[in-house]
């Protein structure tokens, strides 16, 4: 399995981004996917997680009300919309796919991972 991540840029605070990732090899849309951030000088964290068919969905405190997970399994593409981006959303953004259909905020829930795409919010 190959995930591509891409839609990361620079934006100013307020802004908004939509961050995609595909997967590719053998998919399936039987697993969940999530989105992860890591800054510079921080540890990799947990951003948002989306259940096999979209029915479920799991944010950070910290982007609750701002991001927005979705995916569309006959694209094998899963979103994530970020809005009213704050300079502390810096970071940069992989998108992973769980080892079950229902998967949390540990890292350890997922088997494969993107490249990464970098979002830089300007203040």
């Known amino acids: 399995v190959q995930l591509q991540a891409s839609g990361g840029g620079l934006v100013q605070a307020g802004g908004s981004l939509r961050l995609s990732c595909k997967s590719s090899?053998?998919?399936?849309?039987?697993?969940?996917m999530g989105w992860f951030r890591q800054a510079p000088g921080k540890e990799r964290e947990f951003v948002a997680s989306?259940?096999?068919?979209?029915?479920?969905?799991n944010y950070a405190d910290s982007v609750k009300t701002r991001f927005t997970i979705s995916r569309d399994n006959a694209k094998n593409t899963v979103y994530l919309q970020m809005n009213t981006l704050k300079p502390d959303d810096t970071a940069v953004y992989y998108c992973?796919?769980?080892?079950?259909?229902?998967?949390?905020?540990?890292?350890?829930?997922?088997?494969?991972w993107g490249q990464g795409t970098q979002v830089t919010v300007s203040s």
């Open positions: 090899g053998r998919t399936s849309s039987n697993n969940a």
């Open positions: 992973a796919q769980g080892r079950s259909s229902y998967s949390g905020s540990a890292s350890s829930s997922y088997q494969y």
């Open positions: 989306i259940s096999w068919r979209g029915g479920s969905t």
